[in-house]
């Protein structure tokens, strides 16, 4: 309907609201219902191989974090919780905090906090230039997850999940559903900040 009327100001949006509207009315209810069950599988698989799960999940919605998407919108749908979550937030910290250490040389500290705190999808141009930057902090990811699911259990819900260190909403999101605890804290430090920064510096060096 583009383009084809003297309103066309006023056709084109309408469409594409009403077209929108109806096309959502229609697929939402599915995409819920997968969603929610995928979630479900997650969740469960996680309890029950903390180890395998740590690992996959860990990198994969670090991985997410970093591309040009959406990790806490994923992590809000499909409802992670529990120890998938806290796998989630030290992936994605295992990506923020591994690219700002990695990458400090060339870009110092304005680079460090906005990868840091901001996020590191900044990277992105980088990485399809280079993709053998992704390695280092990816390789963390896989080891800073199943130290979170095994060692600590670190948990955390939906969207914080998918967010890392940016604004530390990821850790506080552990912090809100834990609630403290020694244990807790020396796990926050150890799995968002300090594991992530020293094994991504030694697999870049390597």
């Known amino acids: 309907v583009s383009k084809k ?3 066309d100001i006023l056709v084109t949006p309408t469409v594409t609201i009403i077209a929108g509207y109806a096309i959502s009315k229609l697929i939402c209810p599915v995409v819920a219902y997968i969603m929610y069950y995928l979630g479900d599988f997650i969740n469960t698989a996680t309890e029950m191989q903390p180890f395998l799960m740590g690992i996959i999940i860990s990198v994969v919605v670090g991985m997410i974090l970093t591309l040009p998407i959406s990790s806490a919108a994923i992590c809000a749908m499909i409802g992670i919780s529990g120890i998938a979550g806290g796998a989630a ?3 994605c910290c295992a990506q923020m905090i591994g ?3 990695i990458s400090f040389a060339d870009n110092g500290w304005g680079g460090f906090f906005a990868q840091g705190l901001g996020t590191s999808m900044l990277q992105m141009s980088n ?9 280092p902090p990816t390789l963390a990811a896989a ?3 199943p130290v979170s699911t095994l060692v600590f259990k670190l948990e955390c819900t939906g969207v ?3 967010m890392g260190t940016c604004g530390l909403v ?11 605890g020694t244990n807790m804290w020396f796990g926050l430090l150890l799995v968002c900040f300090v594991l992530p920064a020293i094994l991504s510096f ?3 060096f390597i």
């Open 143 to 145: 080891i800073t997850g």
């Open 5 to 7: 009327t003297r309103v």
């Open 89 to 91: 937030v030290a992936g």
């Open 170 to 180: 990821g850790p506080l999101g552990v912090l809100s559903d834990m609630g403290g």
């Open 202 to 204: 030694v697999f870049y």
């Open 127 to 135: 990485i399809i230039k280079k993709p053998l930057i992704w390695i």
């Open 160 to 162: 914080s999940a998918g």
């Open 99 to 101: 690219f700002a250490v």
